[in-house]
């Protein structure tokens, strides 16, 4: 069973209007980390946020936040004010365990594209 | 800031021959990974490491060896290359122990075997 699902391959958003990319994750480990990355079409992987699964707010780092919803297993990421610039791949991840040695586990990925 | 480089950005070979990936990362982290990124697929994972000498196999290892001779260096090898290893490879790193570092990615090799 795949651990990192995100069902949209490919999203449209206005510029300037929010937009979420959905993630669920499937794990029997109580103690797990949820990430997002971003990759531009220049090919780096650029981290965005992180949320431990036991923390009791939602993560936000500026225009990112992740809605967090322990019991439904998801961990969607909301982008506020979208802009051109944010056209990219994301990728949700999810590392299962306290280590830090363990590797992420990533999505297939969904492709976002701001239009003006 | 962290730094993660990787030897190549574009790579052609042909099939049959051994190909080295090199990735160095400059902070000191104990962590280092080696993942394929395919269209539709995701990254996977192939290998990875938590210190020198250490390895442990992924979920696509099949094909695929590495070395850690020195913390900051993590190679990649491809014994005999075959054409379905065309695909970008990257490299990351991680510092333990925290459970919430995140992974630091470097460019990306994007490798044809022709």
């Known amino acids: 069973a795949q651990k990192i699902t995100q069902t949209q391959p490919g999203m449209f958003v206005q510029e300037k209007e929010a937009v979420t990319l959905d993630c669920t994750y499937d794990t029997s480990d109580p103690s797990y980390g949820l990430f997002w990355y971003k990759q531009p079409s220049s090919g780096e992987m650029i981290f965005l946020i992180y949320?431990?699964?036991?923390?009791?707010q939602n993560a936000t780092e500026g225009r990112y936040s992740l809605n967090f919803q322990k019991a439904r297993k998801s961990a969607n990421l909301v982008i506020s004010a979208s802009q051109l610039g944010d056209s990219a791949m994301y990728f949700c991840?999810?590392?299962?365990?306290?280590?830090?040695?363990?590797?992420?586990?990533f999505g297939k990925g969904t492709r976002l594209s701001v239009i003006a | 800031d962290v730094k993660v480089t990787q030897s190549s950005r574009y790579l052609v070979k042909r099939t049959g021959e051994k190909v080295f990936l090199e990735c160095v990362q400059d902070m000191d982290h104990e962590n280092m990974f080696w993942y394929r990124q395919d269209p539709g697929l995701g990254l996977r994972l192939i290998y990875f490491?938590?210190?020198?000498?250490?390895?442990e196999k992924g979920d696509i290892p099949e094909g695929y060896s590495v070395s850690r001779e020195k913390k900051e260096r993590f190679s990649l090898i491809l014994e005999s290359a075959s054409t379905n290893q065309t695909s970008m490879y990257l490299c990351?790193?991680?510092?333990?122990?925290?459970?919430?570092?995140?992974?630091?990615f470097g460019p990306g090799t994007r490798l044809t075997v022709l």
């Open positions: 991840a999810m590392r299962e365990g306290r280590r830090g040695n363990t590797p992420l586990v």
């Open positions: 990351a790193s991680s510092f333990y122990p925290g459970g919430g570092d995140e992974q630091f």
């Open positions: 949320q431990g699964s036991y923390d009791q």
């Open positions: 490491s938590y210190d020198v000498k250490m390895k």
